[in-house]
T-cell receptor, first 111, second 116 residues
Framework: GENVEQHPSTLSVQEGDSAVIKCTYS??????FPWYKQELGKGPQLIID?????GEKKDQRIAVTLNKTAKHFSLHITETQPEDSAVYFC??????????FGAGTRLTVKP | GAVVSQHPSWVICKSGTSVKIECRSL??????MFWYRQFPKQSLMLMAT?????????EQGVEKDKFLINHASLTLSTLTVTSAHPEDSSFYIC????????????FGSGTRLTVV
């Protein structure tokens, strides 16, 4: 089955700097890659997603890139703010198949 | 957008009692719902997958007699933790996938269960 690895497990940046979180997946058939943000005591919230027919997608300060050949995708957050501090999860699925999650990255943005 | 409502947000119960957690899709029909358990500072651990009108599929190591899942309608799934013990204390989260099988999962807000 699909296996998703996520790095780093923790990331600390200064406010205004960029943050990058990387994930790799094992099943080349995976074609949907969402990113979730989880704040303390809350459920994960979808922040951006990308499908395999697209190499990059951007939404304001957040962008996701996908390299199908290398089977990895990354989340980029620019101009980080303290409210970006949270745990971020990547995931991968094949169509409507079960979604597999990465282990999570705890991002801390220092003011 | 799709909204999943999960209740209660937190619950404290005594050892030996049962607790029911509800997960409702408010503006779409959820053919499939998922239940996760999350320990502090850890990832989401899939417990079971439930499809409306059929028995839930449990992940390996999850006791189906202890964690009862019911998905009686397209908008409601429940997780009942039976004969709860302190080691069942955790954060439980549900998610739902829509009728058209859209790829996205919508998560509930989670339930913090504390068994004393």
């Amino acid at each position: 089955g699909e296996n998703v690895e996520q790095h780093p497990s923790t990331l600390s940046v200064q406010e205004g700097d960029s943050a990058v979180i990387k994930c790799t997946y094992s099943d080349s058939a995976s074609n949907y890659f969402p990113w979730y943000k989880q704040e303390l005591g809350k459920g994960p919230q979808l922040i951006i997603d990308i499908r395999s027919n697209v190499g990059e997608k951007k939404d304001q300060r957040i962008a996701v890139t996908l390299n199908k050949t290398a089977k990895h995708f990354s989340l980029h957050i620019t101009e980080t703010q303290p409210e970006d501090s949270a745990v971020y999860f990547c995931a991968a699925s094949i169509g409507i198949g079960d979604m597999r999650f990465g282990a999570g990255t705890r991002l801390t943005v220092k003011p | 957008g799709a909204v999943v409502s999960q209740h209660p947000s937190w619950v404290i119960c005594k050892s030996g009692t049962s607790v029911k957690i509800e997960c409702r899709s408010l503006d779409f029909q959820a053919t499939t719902m998922f239940w996760y358990r999350q320990f502090p500072k850890q990832s989401l651990m899939l417990m079971a997958t439930s499809n409306e009108g059929s028995k839930a599929t449990y992940e390996q190591g999850v006791e189906k007699d202890k964690f009862l899942i019911n998905h009686a309608s397209l908008t409601l799934s429940t997780l009942t933790v039976t004969s709860a013990h302190p080691e069942d204390s955790s954060f439980y989260i549900c998610s739902a996938r829509g009728e058209l099988g859209g790829n996205g999962y919508t998560f509930g807000s989670g339930t913090r269960l504390t068994v004393v």
